[in-house]
């Protein structure tokens, strides 16, 4: 007796700007698709000092649904985010981000406008990282600072990252990572210092204990501690020489 064969499964392009438009519902889910950039962004706002003077600017290169914005709150910074998904804009506009549409290889802002630039979870996503670099540093002030966080280019984070974190609940989407665009750590320090930016580097993962209990139903979050090594998940740091 014959049937309608089953149509294979797409396997999802890497990296597709689309998935944030169809996604979009999941970035305030507390445990959606997008859980673990809400850890990720506790994380990057633990970086970033109170304002240094009134009217103090933060740039938010990628900054999606403005995961940061709340936890910004009374450090004084007027928060600019720079997305390229239109519903990420909109979505960033209702936590308070001045959130404009634009690519964080061509960002529409002025030279030295930022007091802070927070590049988190997008230089894995550039096809071209040295122009993402001279964006970000373009757009700080003299002692201006950037905090960076993103994965390495190695086997290692190959498994890990993709091969293991986008089939996880929580994690990661799948197809969000293309392996090829994952960032060379000596690369992003080098273009870094060469526009006058020294870098600090430190690995980071998630609490095994907080992600067992947030499995589980018994935590809200997870916690960002620091790893021995910078080959997976990683954060950077520095600042613009005067």
Known sequence: MGGTAARPRKRPVPNDPALYEELADEWWRPRG???MLHWLAAARAEMIPPAPRPGAVLVDLG????????RLEGKGYRHIGVDRSPSAVALAAEQGVAAVRGDVLAVPLADGCADVVAAGEILEHVPDL??????ACRLLRPG????????ADTLLCRLIAIGVAERLRGLAPRGVHDPDLLVDRDELVAECAGHGVELELRGIRPSIVDFAAWLAGRRPAVRMLGA???????QAWGRKLP
């Open 130 to 135: 040295p122009l993402a670099v001279s964006e």
């Open 144 to 151: 201006g600072l950037v905090v960076i966080d993103t994965l």
């Open 228 to 234: 021995p090594t910078t080959a997976v998940l990683f």
């Open 63 to 70: 900054c999606g649904a403005g995961l940061l914005a709340p």
């Open 33 to 35: 698709k997008f859980a």
